[in-house]
């Protein structure tokens, strides 16, 4: 790897560091502007003076805003994240269990959804205009085009209710066995790989079309090249950095999906525990899920970012 | 391919004014649930707060054309009065959203420089916060009414709005005749208004109605969270909510407001896919 490329690559990491601080600022800040004294709130009734002000004093409360933001961020960055309001536990400790669910969930749905979203995106890029093309791009739009929610509407509609194949919403803790937590897993990697391949092979589809119209599948195609040739010899190798860029991209649609995917299927990850925590203005809670959930966003569109510089020579002036 | 794709670029369809039947079908359809979002409410057949059955998520009927919900009361009147916060909190949260990333666009097009990097970094930063996330963090701090969602609703689709309008706009800024405007002396805001606005017009319009759609989605997510309207109004993200609990013996009331968004979002993007080049993108 050249010196430049390097440091291009360390200049967008940094870029994405700023990002991060920015984001904890706006994250701290909105959750700054409760209205209402959170110390009141957690008291109720045994809220005297005195007592109010030990509380205070004790969530180092009295300090300025832009004090406890640096004392915030240097938790953070000892990933202490501080304590709920609502039980008094360690955020991380809460967090840490559910953070491993999602990820399961997320890996389960990568898993299932890159594979097939880019073989149809690259067979939809080259019959493209074709019947099967039409098809598989209609039913896209139509996907990318409706909330979350209906996607998981029909899926449980139509595998638990008129198949009766699987469990409608429950979540339960039974893993007796692998089909059991198959069974149990299936409905919201449905519902998640439908929401998050559209995107893919959306994505997908137009790199490869971009490629198909470089002058050297021109070339190839007049030299009497066959088709198969074309795409896998001279287009693929070509598309591969925006195809790689394009699935970063999608999944960090995951991280939409899944707010509302955990909420349906009561799954236990972390966004069913932020949206819990956001019902009981749980607010050292929300800032911890919330971080997590921008490192994880930010990774993914650096990971993008660093790719399409890899893999495309002109980015790197 | 590279024969036919010559061909297609040379075809009337994509040099003229061609409509598709699709794209009017398309625009039929919004034009219904406009309607809809204004009289909604007076051509309800029953009052949408009112209980009128006492069975509870009813079948379709002949009494009630599209079911009732968990408490008995008429879908189609609740569905026709959810049309108002859809659309209306929607539109106001587009209309918002792309003034301020186009006019911003635009200057930082035509001024550049620091003024450019800085209005540009600081939208990146907002962007890179997933925008569901963004709305559940500040709800959560200063609660749902319909400023507050209009408001989040808009800073979450401005910088998507003002990338798009930059870069159109840096294009039309090279142009000669902005060159000759500037070398006449004009100020930046006539250059904005008379020499960049009228020829990136076209394509900011069909981007509002993709971003109209956007925003639409998350209302919907909003509210299915229950952060959007709040009770006893609903839209049609809080009709799914309410209803939820239908969903395992398969309810209308689930699926009736879900189909209300899908059809008024997937005519959106049909009319927009479907629209004339013209006025599509002017650079083809």
Same mark, same amino acid.
């Given at each position: 790897?050249?010196?430049?490329?390097?440091?291009?690559?360390?200049?967008?990491?940094?870029?994405?560091?700023?990002?991060?601080?920015?984001?904890?600022?706006?994250?701290?800040?909105?959750?700054?502007?409760?209205?209402?004294?959170?110390?009141?709130?957690?008291?109720?009734?045994?809220?005297?003076?005195?007592?109010?002000?030990?509380?205070?004093?004790?969530?180092?409360?009295?300090?300025?805003?832009?004090?406890?933001?640096?004392?915030?961020?240097?938790?953070?960055?000892?990933?202490?994240?501080?304590?709920?309001?609502?039980?008094?536990?360690?955020?991380?400790?809460?967090?840490?269990?559910?953070?491993?669910?999602?990820?399961?969930?997320?890996?389960?749905?990568?898993?299932?959804?890159?594979?097939?979203?880019?073989?149809?995106?690259?067979?939809?890029?080259?019959?493209?205009?074709?019947?099967?093309?039409?098809?598989?791009?209609?039913?896209?739009?139509?996907?990318?085009?409706?909330?979350?929610?209906?996607?998981?509407?029909?899926?449980?509609?139509?595998?638990?209710?008129?198949?009766?194949?699987?469990?409608?919403?429950?979540?339960?803790?039974?893993?007796?066995?692998?089909?059991?937590?198959?069974?149990?897993?299936?409905?919201?990697?449905?519902?998640?790989?439908?929401?998050?391949?559209?995107?893919?092979?959306?994505?997908?589809?137009?790199?490869?079309?971009?490629?198909?119209?470089?002058?050297?599948?021109?070339?190839?195609?007049?030299?009497?090249?066959?088709?198969?040739?074309?795409?896998?010899?001279?287009?693929?190798?070509?598309?591969?950095?925006?195809?790689?860029?394009?699935?970063?991209?999608?999944?960090?649609?995951?991280?939409?999906?899944?707010?509302?995917?955990?909420?349906?299927?009561?799954?236990?990850?972390?966004?069913?525990?932020?949206?819990?925590?956001?019902?009981?203005?749980?607010?050292?809670?929300?800032?911890?899920?919330?971080?997590?959930?921008?490192?994880?966003?930010?990774?993914?569109?650096?990971?993008?970012?660093?790719?399409?510089?890899?893999?495309?020579?002109?980015?790197?002036? | 391919?590279?024969?036919?794709?010559?061909?297609?670029?040379?075809?009337?369809?994509?040099?003229?004014?061609?409509?598709?039947?699709?794209?009017?079908?398309?625009?039929?359809?919004?034009?219904?649930?406009?309607?809809?979002?204004?009289?909604?409410?007076?051509?309800?057949?029953?009052?949408?707060?009112?209980?009128?059955?006492?069975?509870?998520?009813?079948?379709?009927?002949?009494?009630?054309?599209?079911?009732?919900?968990?408490?008995?009361?008429?879908?189609?009147?609740?569905?026709?009065?959810?049309?108002?916060?859809?659309?209306?909190?929607?539109?106001?949260?587009?209309?918002?959203?792309?003034?301020?990333?186009?006019?911003?666009?635009?200057?930082?097009?035509?001024?550049?420089?620091?003024?450019?990097?800085?209005?540009?970094?600081?939208?990146?930063?907002?962007?890179?916060? *997933?925008?569901? $996330?963004?709305?559940?963090?500040?709800? =959560?701090?200063?609660?749902? &009414?319909?400023?507050? /969602? #209009?408001?989040? !609703?808009?800073?979450?689709?401005?910088?998507?709005?003002?990338?798009?309008?930059?870069?159109?706009?840096?294009?039309?800024?090279?142009?000669?005749?902005?060159?000759?405007?500037?070398?006449?002396?004009?100020?930046?805001?006539?250059?904005?208004?008379?020499?960049?606005?009228?020829?990136?017009?076209?394509?900011?319009?069909?981007?509002?109605?993709?971003?109209?759609?956007?925003?639409?989605?998350?209302?919907?997510?909003?509210?299915?969270?229950?952060?959007?309207?709040?009770?006893?109004?609903?839209?049609?993200?809080?009709?799914?909510?309410?209803?939820?609990?239908?969903?395992?013996?398969?309810? *209308?009331?689930? $699926?009736?407001?879900?189909?209300?968004? =899908?059809?008024?979002?997937? &005519?959106?993007?049909? /009319? #927009?896919?479907? !629209?004339?080049?013209?006025?599509?993108?002017?650079?083809?």
């Amino acid at each position: 790897m050249n010196p430049q490329v390097l440091t291009l690559i360390l200049g967008r990491i940094g870029v994405a560091v700023v990002t991060l601080l920015i984001v904890s600022l706006i994250v701290f800040a909105a959750t700054e502007m409760l209205p209402g004294d959170v110390v009141q709130i957690l008291l109720g009734q045994a809220a005297t003076p005195e007592a109010v002000a030990g509380l205070r004093e004790a969530m180092n409360l009295d300090q300025p805003a832009f004090l406890r933001f640096l004392g915030w961020l240097g938790g953070l960055a000892q990933g202490d994240l501080g304590h709920s309001y609502a039980n008094r536990m360690a955020v991380a400790e809460l967090i840490g269990g559910r953070l491993v669910n999602t990820l399961k969930l997320a890996a389960l749905t990568a898993a299932f959804s890159v594979p097939v979203a880019l073989m149809l995106g690259i067979v939809t890029a080259i019959w493209r205009g074709s019947l099967f093309d039409r098809l598989v791009s209609s039913v896209v739009v139509a996907v990318i085009s409706v909330p979350e929610f209906l996607v998981a509407t029909l899926a449980v509609l139509i595998f638990a209710v008129w198949l009766g194949w699987l469990p409608a919403l429950s979540f339960g803790g039974d893993t007796s066995s692998i089909w059991a937590v198959l069974r149990a897993y299936a409905m919201p990697v449905i519902t998640l790989s439908f929401v998050v391949s559209a995107q893919m092979i959306r994505m997908t589809r137009a790199a490869v079309i971009e490629t198909l119209k470089s002058p050297y599948v021109e070339m190839a195609l007049l030299k009497g090249a066959s088709r198969a040739r074309i795409v896998l010899r001279h287009a693929l190798p070509n598309a591969i950095g925006p195809i790689v860029n394009a699935m970063a991209l999608s999944l960090s649609y995951l991280l939409g999906g899944v707010i509302i995917v955990e909420t349906i299927f009561n799954y236990p990850g972390i966004a069913k525990l932020m949206v819990d925590a956001v019902a009981t203005r749980d607010l050292p809670l929300i800032q911890g899920c919330a971080m997590i959930f921008c490192l994880g966003y930010l990774l993914l569109i650096t990971i993008a970012d660093v790719v399409a510089i890899l893999a495309n020579p002109r980015l790197r002036q | 391919m590279a024969m036919t794709l010559s061909l297609r670029a040379l075809s009337p369809r994509r040099l003229g004014w061609k409509v598709s039947p699709l794209g009017v079908l398309a625009a039929c359809v919004i034009v219904f649930w406009a309607v809809i979002a204004v009289i909604g409410p007076w051509v309800a057949p029953h009052p949408p707060g009112e209980i009128v059955d006492y069975d509870f998520f009813g079948p379709l009927s002949a009494q009630f054309p599209l079911g009732t919900d968990y408490l008995g009361r008429d879908m189609l009147s609740r569905v026709l009065a959810g049309a108002r916060y859809t659309v209306g909190i929607s539109l106001a949260a587009v209309m918002l959203a792309c003034t301020a990333g186009v006019v911003l666009g635009m200057t930082a097009a035509v001024i550049g420089g620091w003024t450019d990097t800085a209005i540009s970094r600081v939208l990146d930063a907002v962007s890179s916060i *997933p925008s569901k $996330l963004f709305g559940l963090v500040v709800v =959560a701090a200063i609660g749902s &009414s319909i400023p507050v /969602l #209009i408001a989040v !609703l808009a800073v979450v689709y401005t910088p998507g709005s003002y990338r798009f309008a930059r870069a159109l706009a840096v294009n039309v800024n090279t142009m000669d005749y902005v060159t000759v405007a500037r070398a006449r002396g004009e100020r930046t805001g006539y250059l904005i208004r008379a020499e960049i606005m009228p020829n990136i017009l076209g394509p900011v319009l069909a981007d509002m109605g993709l971003r109209f759609v956007f925003i639409v989605l998350m209302l919907s997510g909003l509210s299915f969270l229950g952060l959007g309207v709040q009770p006893p109004n609903a839209d049609w993200g809080s009709l799914v909510r309410e209803n939820m609990g239908g969903l395992s013996f398969g309810a *209308p009331a689930v $699926l009736v407001p879900s189909l209300a968004i =899908a059809t008024l979002t997937i &005519s959106v993007n049909l /009319l #927009i896919d479907n !629209l004339p080049t013209r006025i599509r993108d002017r650079s083809e």
